[in-house]
């Protein structure tokens, strides 16, 4: 969503899985279906093991000297 960006990706191997950690920062929490959106454009893991997508979203709050620049609210005006 506006405002929204990719902060950090890691990756984990382990035995039966690769843990990809994304770090999501922003004023618009993710939903279920847009993460499964992000997960399912990745490529498949090099190894052939499952990948287990995990996202942590840390909301953040954009001001300007005017105001807000991005709010929770449909309205662009705040």
Do not use: C, W
Not at 53 to 74: K, N, W
């Amino acid at each position: 969503m506006e405002g929204d960006y990719l902060a950090d990706v890691r990756y984990q191997n382990t035995p039966n899985a690769l843990i990809v950690r994304a770090v999501v920062r922003g004023p618009h929490p993710l939903t279920p279906e847009q993460v499964a959106a992000m997960e399912a454009k990745m490529r498949p893991a090099p190894n052939g093991l499952v990948t287990d997508f995990r996202v942590r979203f840390v909301q953040t709050t954009v001001i300007t000297r005017h105001g807000l620049l991005f709010t929770d609210s449909e309205d662009p005006g705040g």
